[in-house]
């Protein structure tokens, strides 16, 4: 059983395209994030949702649209894409507690923009 | 930016402890310390973390110094499939993950 899966796994799409990533977490968590992985490895948080409201928004073009349509679901969805959209999409879980806040990540959407 | 320094790089060799260290100077007092490594080509995975207690489960061990201003990641038999790239990261309560380079750990056989 995958806890955190994507669909897709490869995404290869013309510039200016519109495409969506879906992620379901199975793990019963409150929270969910997508980040973006680029060509130099740098890993950084997009957006967080808890309980499918948004309470982390870093500085991403508004062409990045996230969708909570329950809290086991995160979707993203990006309208005209670019050449700079190519990169790795993680989703990930948390559950907050007492003692510290575990993520769990999925395994990653390839996004190639042509 | 990442609130933790590591080295770029180390190399350990397979059946032997891999010990990658952690310099993070400016922590606070509710700030854990997290573990987490990335296989080539898959998501990040977590692995353990501490607040100043040293810690252990099956993956690996945390050694936190007293004044929690360093800490130490211990695999202690390092396998080929440990070969990675390990993240140490800072966190408090509600703050989100920031990923720094972290260490690219190889494992020679």
């Known amino acids: 059983d995958t806890a955190v899966s994507q669909t897709p796994k490869y995404l290869v799409t013309q510039m200016g395209n519109d495409k969506s990533i879906k992620c379901e977490q199975n793990l019963g968590h409150d929270t969910m994030y997508w980040y973006k992985q680029d060509s130099k490895k740098f890993l950084k948080i997009m957006f967080s949702?808890?309980?499918?409201?948004?309470?982390i928004n870093e500085t991403v073009p508004n062409r990045f649209s996230p969708k909570s349509p329950d809290k086991a679901h995160l979707n993203l969805h990006i309208n005209s894409l670019e050449l700079g959209d190519s990169a790795v999409y993680f989703c990930?879980?948390?559950?907050?507690?007492?003692?510290?806040?575990?993520?769990?990540f999925g395994p990653g959407t390839r996004l190639l923009v042509l | 930016d990442a609130k933790t320094t590591q080295p770029p790089s180390m190399d350990c060799a397979e059946g032997r402890a891999a010990n990658l260290p952690c310099n993070h100077s400016t922590i606070s007092g509710n700030e854990y310390v997290y573990w987490y490594r990335q296989i080539h080509s898959q998501g990040p995975q977590y692995i353990i973390h501490g607040l100043k207690n040293n810690e252990t489960n099956e993956m690996a061990s945390l050694i936190i110094t007293e004044d929690r201003k360093s800490s130490t990641l211990i695999l202690p038999h390092a396998t080929l499939r440990d070969t990675a790239v390990y993240y140490c990261?800072?966190?408090?309560?509600?703050?989100?993950?920031?990923f720094g380079k972290g260490t690219k750990l190889t494992v020679n056989p």
């Open positions: 949702y808890n309980n499918k409201e948004l309470i």
């Open positions: 990930a879980s948390s559950q907050a507690g007492t003692g510290g806040e575990t993520q769990y």
């Open positions: 990261i800072v966190k408090g309560g509600s703050e989100k993950l920031v």
